[in-house]
């Protein structure tokens, strides 16, 4: 299988590589500090393209291939993740499950703001009760004829106080379990619809996430995407892609801290050399070089099977497990590189751990991916 980039492609990785370098990276300390949502850049993001990068250009998007958001999200994700979760969100999950199956009335309506980024998107599946375990809905959309009426509390909720269209997944028949299951667009400010507080998060804490209340919120017909019942899988089928994104957040994040730990080993000397001639210090770099390929073959193979049209499933779910490891143990082999100086914030690698945890939780936990993958291979 061929991985190298066209010109296009190379051309998409500069335009996010600057990006990330003269817009994210001046105040990202900061914002992770204040727990500030990037407003302004992503509004930046939304000019270039970057927020509906799959999205026919009819309806505002970029038209791109899966690849090449995988190789943006990459470059955005060594800088920062708090932006680049919003991207993924957006791009995978809001913009794609619309595109792929909305109505051509919702995609007028809704996605042509949401791939501009003049309105960004949330997708809210998980609840209290309702996490890995996504079959639990407890949260209620009861068929009123014209109407449903939604009853229920979501939890996580990524751009949940920042977003303006939300695509909300509920429980309409109890007894037909998830084929009774439905996906809603509803829109923010919609009465009875209230958003929780902002959680205080260990990382990706420039991201905004929130619970959501739901209260005798009236949601018209013509808001629900697909047929009665194909609400579960529309939340499947565009987690399958959405994997792909996040693995590709993975990979950046751990991208990004090896690369500052590659430079800082040259820099910094102990014993009248630098720490890099150091081979326990080499060999460290060894590794990490070494899982991010892999990491990185794995998440342009998903990328490529979805563009090809093939399965995307087990790929995807693969990608996600292993980059979000390599994530976690290349970002605490970046810290121990660095010493004292990795531990505090001034040399952002200590940010780039904390923000790695979270790719082993969301969009299904590393438990969920090998039930995904032992599944596949199994059946
Ligand atoms: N594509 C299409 N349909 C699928 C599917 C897929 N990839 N995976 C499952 N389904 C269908 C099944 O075919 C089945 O339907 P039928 O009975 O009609 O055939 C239905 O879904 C139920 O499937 P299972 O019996 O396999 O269900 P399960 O209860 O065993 O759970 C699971 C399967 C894979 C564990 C699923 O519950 C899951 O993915 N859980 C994790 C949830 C998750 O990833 N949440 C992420 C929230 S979004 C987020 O996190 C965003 C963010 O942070 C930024
Ligand atoms: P649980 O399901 O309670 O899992 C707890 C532990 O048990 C985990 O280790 C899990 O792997 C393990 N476990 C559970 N079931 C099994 C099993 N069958 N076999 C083996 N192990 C198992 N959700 C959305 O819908 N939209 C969002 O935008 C969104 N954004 C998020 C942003 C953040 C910052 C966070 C923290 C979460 C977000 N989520 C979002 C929710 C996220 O997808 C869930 O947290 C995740 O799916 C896990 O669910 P849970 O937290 O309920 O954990």
Request: net charge negative; proline share 2%.
């Amino acid at each position: 299988m061929d991985f190298s980039l066209n010109e296009e492609q190379k051309l998409i990785q500069q335009a996010a590589r600057d990006f990330a370098q003269n817009e994210l990276l001046p105040e990202v300390i900061e914002r992770d500090d204040a727990q500030r949502f990037p407003k302004e850049e992503i509004k930046k993001l939304g000019d270039l393209g970057f927020l509906g990068m799959m999205v026919d250009p009819k309806y505002g998007g970029s038209g791109l291939d899966t690849l090449s958001y995988v190789i943006a999200m990459e470059e955005i994700s060594k800088i920062d993740a708090s932006t680049s979760v919003v991207m993924s969100v957006n791009n995978s999950l809001v913009c794609w499950g619309l595109e792929k199956f909305g109505s051509e009335e919702q995609k007028e309506k809704y996605l042509t703001k949401l791939s501009t980024g003049e309105q960004i998107g949330a997708f809210c599946l998980s609840e209290p009760e309702a996490g890995s375990d996504a079959t639990s809905q407890k949260t209620t959309a009861i068929d009123m004829g014209d109407h449903y009426i939604v009853n229920g509390t979501k939890n996580w909720i990524t751009n949940g106080g920042t977003a303006s269209t939300y695509l909300v997944i509920a429980q309409t028949d109890k007894e037909k379990k998830h084929r009774g299951i439905n996906a809603l667009i509803i829109e923010k400010g919609t009465p009875g619809f209230e958003i929780g507080p902002k959680e205080n998060k260990l990382g990706i804490r420039g991201s905004d996430t929130h619970s959501l209340i739901f209260n005798d919120v009236k949601v018209p017909k013509e808001n629900r995407i697909g047929e009665d019942g194909f609400g579960f899988k529309f939340a499947m089928k565009t987690l399958a892609g959405g994997r792909i994104g996040i693995a590709a957040q993975a990979l950046g994040i751990a991208a990004g801290a090896y690369e500052m730990a590659l430079k800082y080993s040259k820099e910094r000397k102990a014993f009248g050399t630098e720490i890099s001639n150091h081979q326990a210090i080499a060999f460290k770099l060894a590794d990490m070089h070494t899982e991010i390929q892999a990491a990185r073959l794995l998440v342009y193979q998903s990328a490529l099977d979805k563009d090809n049209g093939k399965d995307y499933d087990l790929s995807g779910a693969m990608a996600k497990l292993y980059a979000s490891k390599v994530a976690m143990e290349t970002t605490v082999e970046a810290v121990q590189i660095h010493g004292g100086n990795g531990f505090v914030k001034d040399y952002h690698v200590e940010r780039l751990m904390r923000d790695a945890k979270i790719t082993q939780i969301y969009e299904g936990t590393s438990e969920i991916q090998k039930i995904v993958i032992s599944r596949s291979i199994l059946k």
